[in-house]
């Protein structure tokens, strides 16, 4: 599996909400961001993509071959599906966040998955 920084997706999302100010949130740490969201309801809040961003790209410099070096930005959208709300957060993260990152990404991957059910079955089509 790659690193999650080595993924580059396609396209972006634009922070916040297009149609209502408030909606893009900072935090200092990876830490920070889970005490908020690490348990949060997966009906009620849907993270639908998510992004680290090195370099150029991130503000906050390049890697410097120090795991713990806070220089990457992780970027999440969520979607709050009761208000139909979207949202956005920016967390300052370093390499050694990411086995962190992906415990809280894995659940929501899976809950991805049954959003798009029978789609994520691999079984679908099969034999046509």
């Given amino acids: 599996m790659a690193h999650l920084w080595e993924v580059n997706h396609p396209y972006y999302m634009t922070e916040g909400n ?6 893009h949130t900072r935090h200092q740490t990876w830490q920070e961001f889970a005490d908020e969201f690490g348990d949060a309801d997966l009906d009620y809040n ?3 993509r998510w992004d680290w961003l090195e370099g150029e ?3 906050g410099g390049s890697y410097n071959g120090d795991d713990y070096y806070r220089h990457a930005s992780f970027m999440l959208q969520m ?3 009761r208000k139909a709300k979207l949202l956005s957060f920016e967390i300052s993260v370093c390499r ?3 086995p962190a990152i992906l415990e809280f990404l894995k659940p929501r ?5 049954s959003m798009w059910e029978p789609l994520a079955s ?4 099969a034999g046509r």
């Fill in 18 to 23: 297009y149609f209502q100010a408030g909606c």
């Fill in 46 to 48: 849907w993270f639908v």
């Fill in 57 to 59: 790209d991130s503000g």
């Fill in 79 to 81: 979607i709050g599906q």
């Fill in 96 to 98: 050694a966040d990411e």
């Fill in 109 to 113: 991957w899976e809950y991805m998955k």
């Fill in 122 to 125: 691999p079984t679908v089509g």
